[in-house]
């Protein structure tokens, strides 16, 4: 199981750190995906990071304003989410894929959620002002 938290509720502009934690088993062998899902929307994927040399995807919506680490000692990965816009409001979801995406897979291929096998109860997001 995996247990997202940080989400809230901020102004446009405004900043908030997602987190995801496992339960009952380590992160360290997971590349880990940021989706997100819009009310009356599809989920989506928003960005990804690998296991061992630390490749970072992120969707061009979020290019520039969200960044997504590891931090092993603590097993936790994060969503740094800056410049929030009303159009980022969702719930986010993290979830585990077993399999490094490789560098040359398109958006839809890196985010199909096929690959991704544990997933979170996600954690809502809304911007407004």
């Known amino acids: 199981q995996l247990v997202e938290s940080g989400g809230g509720s901020v102004q446009p502009g405004g900043s908030l750190r997602l987190s995801c934690a496992p339960s009952?088993?380590?992160?360290?062998?997971?590349?880990i995906g940021w989706f997100r899902q819009a009310p009356g929307k599809q989920r989506e994927g928003v960005s990804c990071i690998s296991t061992s040399d630390g490749w970072t995807h992120y969707v061009d919506s979020v290019k520039g304003r969200f960044t997504i680490s590891r931090d092993s000692d603590k097993d936790v990965v994060y969503l740094e989410m800056n410049s929030l816009k009303p159009e980022d409001t969702a719930v986010y979801y993290c979830a585990t894929r077993p399999r490094d995406p490789a560098p040359t897979l398109r958006d839809p291929e890196i985010y199909d959620e096929s690959e991704y096998d544990i997933w979170g109860q996600g954690t809502q997001v809304t911007v407004s002002s």
């Open positions: 009952g088993f380590t992160l360290d062998y997971y590349s």
